[in-house]
């Protein structure tokens, strides 16, 4: 799985370092089921590619609504990789397994 | 919510000058509104101001969501304009929200709303209880997020939820090619769409606004001007004036005791629009000096826009005729506002004339002169806009006077702009070319509501102003200056002449009294001496009468008595 993931990720990102912690932000209105669909696979990527090196925060904008503009949320749900640099944000309900590597940078955009 | 059709449409008011007299009253209250136009016409101003008029007239706060501009870019843009955005953003009164999408930073990954925008706006309503929204501009989205499906959708449930917030909102929108806006937003935002303008005619820039429409009322529909400037927005609602004016009966003097002789001893009337036109040199710009200089020491107020000499100049000219501009000037009873025509469009300065004169406040206005404004064919367009000054100032009962300069060819009485029904009091002034001369002539063309002189005065610009002279009228024509001179020098000859004649004849007929009086004496004195000479040849006849009769009695006697009674029937028988 390392292997597999080091070669994919060949001069893009590199996961497999100690130092490296993922810090990912959900931010999500509510339980409504595009959150929860999402949240279900966020935690299915990280789990098969970040080697347990990442925390998931969710944010719930409907309790926190001051939050959302930090992050200049739009759309809903939203995961922004605050680490590492630089922020990246993806859209969605993450279903599209493939177009969330790429926009973890975890494969490289073809 | 149904109910709102049936009573009138509710509306809140944007305190933006003039934009709430078109609309009677505003945009429509809790209904979001589409203003839309091209690039850099003043959308975003727009939507500033009605938030910050909102905050300072009618304490309604209000959130400004920007898709373009950040925070600080706007607080320092509307400065120059005079609001203190971050004064109100301190006081809780505007909550300013930039919304920054990067195409790039982002990746679509599946389905997804915009809820995190209905959210983060929900926040900034609630947090300062915002009664206006302004977004500005939404179409940012369509570049940022690559659904336009999913975008499509969530615009029209954030309008529909903008409606049941109950915000009175403005939703600006870039102008696309066939359409309103680019997206199309006009599709979504149906109650009231605003479209401004920003045109370029020969070389000179108009802002206009329409109200393209406004659901459930009425509303003015033509093109309006509207100015940016150190105050922020001002739009003109000129052509919603009308032709009922307040009328005073007040006369004013126009500074030339002899031209007010010629206007019924009295001047003009008071917020009646005077016109002087004439050929170039003639004494125009004397004339509305005279004007301006009675008025300000009645104390008075003089607004006096120059549109060919700058202020100083024409304060050095008028003092060459004996009338002190500047001293005027610095009481602050005279405005000097001296533009170039062409500086800009004709609807700006309408817009200028507009602000300055609510600046101002003055009681006489002088336009010197018009004409320059006619340069191209825009005739139509140069004449309705004096429509809508003399209109604006009849409305406030200011006095006007323009100048205009009329071509020698023209038709004297055809002012340069056709301005002529719109004037009250018409005062030409013409050059009468006589014996190597020029001379200026002056008439009252019309003057209504006065019994004016018919009479042609000869002008004479003097180093004590402008003095006007009666001119000659005869056989010969209108006569003026040394012609005039001459033509009265010849006259006087005449009049001598006649009065030596008269004279003459006097003496003739007395030296005729006296001759018959003595032919009468003399008849008279021969009369008599026939009279006596016949009254002697009578006594004499009579005497001889009673000597025959004395001698016929004694003769009788002689003969004897028998024959007395034949005596006595001859007797009877002569006589």
Same mark, same amino acid.
């Given at each position: 799985?390392?292997?597999?993931?080091?070669?994919?990720?060949?001069?893009?990102?590199?996961?497999?370092?100690?130092?490296?912690?993922?810090?990912?932000?959900?931010?999500?209105?509510?339980?409504?089921?595009?959150?929860?669909?999402?949240?279900?696979?966020?935690?299915?990527?990280?789990?098969?590619?970040?080697?347990?090196?990442?925390?998931?925060?969710?944010?719930?904008?409907?309790?926190?609504?001051?939050?959302?503009?930090?992050?200049?949320?739009?759309?809903?749900?939203?995961?922004?990789?605050?680490?590492?640099?630089?922020?990246?944000?993806?859209?969605?309900?993450?279903?599209?397994?493939?177009?969330?590597?790429?926009?973890?940078?975890?494969?490289?955009?073809? | 919510?149904?109910?709102?059709?049936?009573?009138?449409?509710?509306?809140?008011?944007?305190?933006?000058?003039?934009?709430?007299?078109?609309?009677?009253?505003?945009?429509?209250?809790?209904?979001?509104?589409?203003?839309?136009?091209?690039?850099?016409?003043?959308?975003?101003?727009?939507?500033?101001?009605?938030?910050?008029?909102?905050?300072?007239?009618?304490?309604?706060?209000?959130?400004?969501?920007?898709?373009?501009?950040?925070?600080?870019?706007?607080?320092?843009?509307?400065?120059?304009?005079?609001?203190?955005?971050?004064?109100?953003?301190?006081?809780?009164?505007?909550?300013?929200?930039?919304?920054?999408?990067?195409?790039?930073?982002?990746?679509?990954?599946?389905?997804?709303?915009?809820?995190?925008?209905?959210?983060?706006?929900?926040?900034?309503?609630?947090?300062?209880?915002?009664?206006?929204?302004?977004?500005?501009?939404?179409?940012?989205?369509?570049?940022?997020?690559?659904?336009?499906?999913?975008?499509?959708?969530?615009?029209?449930?954030?309008?529909?939820?903008?409606?049941?917030?109950?915000?009175?909102?403005?939703?600006?929108?870039?102008?696309?090619?066939?359409?309103?806006?680019?997206?199309?937003?006009?599709?979504?935002?149906?109650?009231?769409?605003?479209?401004?303008?920003?045109?370029?005619?020969?070389?000179?820039?108009?802002?206009?606004?329409?109200?393209?429409?406004?659901?459930?009322? #009425?509303?003015?529909?033509?093109?309006?001007?509207?100015?940016?400037?150190?105050?922020?927005?001002?739009?003109?609602?000129?052509?919603?004036?009308?032709?009922?004016?307040?009328?005073?009966?007040?006369?004013?003097?126009?500074?030339?005791?002899?031209?007010?002789?010629?206007?019924?001893?009295?001047?003009?009337?008071?917020?009646?629009?005077?016109?002087?036109?004439?050929?170039?040199?003639?004494?125009?710009?004397?004339?509305?000096?005279?004007?301006?200089?009675?008025?300000?020491?009645?104390?008075?107020?003089?607004?006096?826009?120059?549109?060919?000499?700058?202020?100083?100049?024409?304060?050095?000219?008028?003092?060459?005729?004996?009338?002190?501009?500047?001293?005027?000037?610095?009481?602050?009873?005279?405005?000097?506002?001296?533009?170039?025509?062409?500086?800009?469009?004709?609807?700006?300065?309408?817009?200028?004339?507009?602000?300055? #004169?609510?600046?101002?406040?003055?009681?006489?206005?002088?336009?010197?002169?018009?004409?320059?404004?006619?340069?191209?064919?825009?005739?139509?367009?140069?004449?309705?806009?004096?429509?809508?000054?003399?209109?604006?100032?009849?409305?406030?009962?200011?006095?006007?006077?323009?100048?205009?300069?009329?071509?020698?060819?023209?038709?004297?009485?055809?002012?340069?702009?056709?301005?002529?029904?719109?004037?009250?009091?018409?005062?030409?002034?013409?050059?009468?070319?006589?014996?190597?001369?020029?001379?200026?002539?002056?008439?009252?063309?019309?003057?209504?509501?006065?019994?004016?002189?018919?009479?042609?005065?000869?002008?004479?610009?003097?180093?004590?102003?402008?003095?006007?002279?009666?001119?000659?009228?005869?056989?010969?024509?209108?006569?003026?200056?040394?012609?005039?001179?001459?033509?009265?020098?010849?006259?006087?000859?005449?009049?001598?002449?006649?009065?030596?004649?008269?004279?003459?004849?006097?003496?003739?007929?007395?030296?005729?009294?006296?001759?018959?009086?003595?032919?009468?004496?003399?008849?008279?004195?021969?009369?008599?001496?026939?009279?006596?000479?016949?009254?002697?040849?009578?006594?004499?006849?009579?005497?001889?009468?009673?000597?025959?009769?004395?001698?016929?009695?004694?003769?009788?006697?002689?003969?004897?008595?028998?024959?007395?009674?034949?005596?006595?029937?001859?007797?009877?028988?002569?006589?």
């Amino acid at each position: 799985m390392t292997g597999n993931s080091e070669l994919k990720t060949k001069g893009v990102n590199q996961v497999d370092t100690e130092s490296d912690l993922w810090v990912l932000r959900l931010y999500v209105a509510g339980q409504s089921p595009k959150a929860m669909t999402a949240l279900k696979n966020l935690k299915m990527i990280c789990e098969e590619q970040l080697n347990g090196k990442f925390t998931i925060e969710v944010i719930d904008l409907l309790i926190n609504p001051q939050l959302g503009a930090d992050d200049q949320i739009l759309a809903l749900p939203t995961l922004v990789r605050k680490l590492p640099v630089p922020v990246r944000k993806i859209i969605g309900d993450l279903s599209n397994t493939e177009r969330v590597l790429v926009g973890l940078d975890l494969l490289p955009y073809k | 919510m149904d109910n709102d059709f049936i009573k009138a449409l509710p509306k809140s008011l944007t305190g933006i000058d003039g934009f709430d007299e078109i609309t009677l009253g505003g945009l429509p209250k809790g209904r979001p509104t589409l203003v839309c136009g091209a690039a850099g016409c003043g959308k975003t101003l727009f939507g500033i101001e009605f938030l910050v008029r909102g905050v300072t007239q009618f304490d309604e706060p209000g959130v400004f969501m920007s898709f373009e501009e950040t925070k600080e870019e706007l607080v320092t843009n509307v400065a120059s304009l005079g609001f203190d955005l971050q004064d109100l953003i301190d006081k809780k009164k505007i909550a300013l929200d930039h919304v920054h999408i990067e195409r790039s930073e982002i990746e679509e990954t599946g389905e997804y709303d915009l809820e995190g925008l209905f959210i983060r706006l929900g926040y900034a309503i609630d947090s300062i209880g915002a009664k206006r929204v302004v977004l500005d501009t939404i179409e940012s989205l369509f570049s940022g997020l690559p659904n336009q499906l999913i975008l499509r959708a969530e615009l029209r449930r954030l309008f529909r939820w903008l409606k049941n917030k109950g915000v009175t909102a403005i939703i600006t929108g870039e102008r696309g090619d066939d359409t309103l806006t680019r997206q199309g937003l006009e599709e979504y935002v149906s109650d009231c769409v605003i479209f401004l303008d920003h045109r370029v005619n020969e070389q000179t820039s108009t802002r206009r606004l329409r109200i393209v429409k406004y659901r459930g009322t #009425v509303h003015g529909t033509n093109e309006y001007p509207f100015l940016i400037d150190e105050s922020g927005f001002s739009v003109l609602p000129v052509t919603s004036l009308g032709l009922n004016h307040i009328v005073s009966n007040e006369r004013i003097p126009s500074g030339i005791p002899a031209l007010d002789k010629m206007l019924e001893g009295k001047g003009y009337y008071r917020g009646s629009t005077v016109l002087v036109s004439g050929t170039a040199g003639v004494g125009k710009t004397s004339i509305a000096a005279h004007f301006a200089e009675a008025a300000c020491k009645r104390g008075e107020r003089v607004l006096y826009f120059c549109f060919e000499e700058s202020p100083n100049q024409l304060i050095r000219n008028m003092l060459s005729i004996g009338i002190d501009l500047e001293t005027l000037q610095q009481k602050n009873l005279l405005k000097f506002q001296a533009t170039r025509p062409t500086f800009y469009g004709l609807e700006m300065h309408l817009a200028v004339t507009h602000k300055a #004169v609510k600046a101002f406040k003055p009681d006489i206005v002088i336009f010197d002169p018009i004409n320059t404004f006619a340069i191209s064919d825009k005739e139509m367009e140069v004449k309705t806009m004096f429509m809508r000054i003399v209109d604006f100032l009849k409305a406030n009962q200011i006095t006007a006077l323009f100048t205009s300069l009329t071509s020698n060819k023209s038709i004297l009485e055809n002012s340069a702009v056709g301005l002529s029904s719109l004037i009250d009091t018409h005062i030409l002034l013409r050059d009468i070319e006589l014996n190597g001369e020029l001379n200026r002539g002056m008439y009252v063309l019309k003057s209504r509501g006065m019994a004016n002189s018919n009479q042609i005065r000869e002008f004479i610009l003097t180093g004590e102003g402008v003095e006007l002279r009666e001119v000659y009228i005869g056989a010969k024509g209108v006569l003026t200056g040394s012609a005039r001179i001459a033509q009265e020098a010849n006259e006087n000859a005449d009049l001598l002449n006649h009065e030596k004649e008269i004279e003459r004849k006097k003496r003739e007929l007395d030296r005729k009294r006296k001759i018959i009086e003595t032919q009468i004496a003399a008849l008279h004195a021969e009369f008599g001496a026939e009279e006596s000479e016949a009254i002697l040849m009578i006594e004499i006849e009579q005497d001889k009468l009673r000597r025959l009769k004395q001698d016929k009695i004694e003769m009788a006697k002689s003969r004897n008595v028998i024959t007395d009674n034949r005596t006595v029937n001859n007797r009877r028988g002569i006589l």
